[in-house]
């Protein structure tokens, strides 16, 4: 079956299934081009909360599909992929989480929206990259605050903010992987490009920045800026809506490793593994099927459903 074909079965069931379809902006271009909203962690967020819909088609990692359900306990969440988990979540069991807890009543718990829901029912409060600044300022001044479960992100919102925090040691592996060194080279190669950094970077290759944010700043800084190319330091899935709404604009993706050949816009090295594992035949067939499902126990919906609350509220 050719695209076209599954796209236009995509589309079918969509109407019979009473579906909304949610893509990040890391997805293939060809499920951004087929869902109603794509964008960053707390916009997808603010959809699912608000969707009408009976059935949450999420194109994006495990993470984001179980935030869908939290928010929408009644309804039917799918995940085109229910093995695209994410290195991030990965690195924050909630179990260590607790014990970690437990050796100091005054925490009080940030988490960053990228971990599992037994996390975020840990947790005083969520954030996101978008809003991670207003969040740890809302924060209790008599609190010791613990953010998890990135550390790279928490430690660009201590620069921002000037409040001590304990940082969980975990990272995203594409983020990491940007090398401060390519980054320069690019720099010497297009010396009028802005360089746009995702803050779950490391400290020196967030300095090389002219903007550190969200994947949705990014889209809108580089929309309304007026130069002409930009060093895109982020999951290169974005270049593909960036194209689309900053028409007659460059974009150059950050190789992750050290390599002889400069990069193009068009170059995939920056791709997530989990991100990729989603395709249009699975988002088909998912919305086919209504499966996989996304299940979590009530207490646990319940528990985790607060902090993300509380977020939604500051934002």
């Given at each position: 079956?050719?695209?076209?074909?599954?796209?236009?079965?995509?589309?079918?069931?969509?109407?019979?299934?009473?579906?909304?379809i949610l893509a990040h902006n890391y997805q293939v271009p060809e499920?951004?081009?087929?869902?109603?909203?794509?964008?960053?962690?707390?916009?997808?967020?603010?959809?699912?909360?608000?969707?009408?819909?009976?059935?949450?088609?999420?194109?994006?990692?495990?993470?984001?599909?179980?935030?869908?359900?939290?928010?929408?306990?009644?309804?039917?969440?799918?995940?085109?992929?229910?093995?695209?988990?994410?290195?991030?979540?990965?690195?924050?069991?909630?179990?260590?989480?607790?014990?970690?807890?437990?050796?100091?009543?005054?925490?009080?718990?940030?988490?960053?929206?990228n971990c599992s829901a037994e996390v975020k029912k840990l947790s005083?409060?969520?954030?996101?990259?978008?809003?991670?600044?207003?969040?740890?300022?809302?924060?209790?001044?008599?609190?010791?605050?613990?953010?998890?479960?990135?550390?790279?992100?928490?430690?660009?919102?201590?620069?921002?903010?000037?409040?001590?925090?304990?940082?969980?040691?975990?990272?995203?592996?594409?983020?990491?992987?940007?090398?401060?060194?390519?980054?320069?080279?690019?720099?010497?190669?297009?010396?009028?490009?802005?360089?746009?950094?995702?803050?779950?970077?490391?400290?020196?290759?967030?300095?090389?920045?002219?903007?550190?944010?969200?994947?949705?700043?990014?889209?809108?800084?580089?929309?309304?800026?007026?130069?002409?190319?930009?060093?895109?330091?982020?999951?290169?899935?974005?270049?593909?809506?960036?194209?689309k709404e900053c028409p007659g604009k460059e974009f150059v993706c950050?190789?992750?490793?050290?390599?002889?050949?400069?990069?193009?816009?068009?170059?995939?090295?920056?791709?997530?593994?989990?991100?990729?594992?989603?395709?249009?035949?699975?988002?088909?067939?998912?919305?086919?099927?209504?499966?996989?499902?996304?299940?979590?126990?009530?207490?646990?919906?319940?528990?985790?459903?607060?902090?993300?609350?509380?977020?939604?509220?500051?934002?």
């Open positions: 079956m050719s695209n076209g074909q599954t796209i236009t079965e995509i589309r079918r069931l969509k109407e019979d299934r009473n579906a909304v499920i951004q081009d087929s869902a109603d909203y794509v964008g960053d962690s707390l916009g997808l967020s603010r959809q699912a909360a608000e969707t009408d819909a009976e059935v949450i088609v999420f194109c994006g990692v495990r993470f984001m599909a179980e935030t869908a359900k939290i928010l929408n306990p009644g309804k039917v969440v799918v995940l085109p992929d229910i093995n695209a988990g994410c290195s991030l979540e990965e690195s924050c069991p909630p179990d260590q989480l607790a014990q970690l807890q437990a050796t100091n009543p005054n925490f009080y718990t940030i988490a960053y929206i005083d409060i969520i954030c996101t990259s978008g809003n991670a600044v207003r969040v740890v300022e809302s924060a209790p001044k008599d609190r010791d605050l613990l953010f998890v479960p990135d550390e790279n992100l928490g430690s660009w919102v201590m620069e921002q903010t000037g409040r001590p925090m304990t940082l969980w040691k975990g990272n995203c592996y594409v983020h990491t992987d940007f090398q401060r060194d390519n980054i320069l080279r690019l720099k010497g190669l297009h010396p009028e490009a802005k360089v746009v950094v995702h803050p779950e970077s490391l400290r020196g290759v967030r300095d090389l920045a002219d903007i550190i944010c969200s994947t949705e700043k990014m889209v809108n800084y580089c929309r309304d800026n007026p130069a002409r190319q930009f060093i895109v330091v982020t999951e290169s899935g974005i270049i593909h809506r960036m194209k950050v190789p992750e490793y050290n390599v002889m050949k400069m990069p193009t816009d068009n170059c995939r090295c920056s791709e997530c593994k989990y991100m990729k594992m989603n395709t249009l035949e699975k988002l088909r067939n998912c919305m086919r099927d209504l499966y996989p499902r996304i299940k979590l126990p009530e207490e646990t919906m319940r528990r985790a459903r607060l902090p993300i609350e509380r977020m939604l509220a500051l934002s």
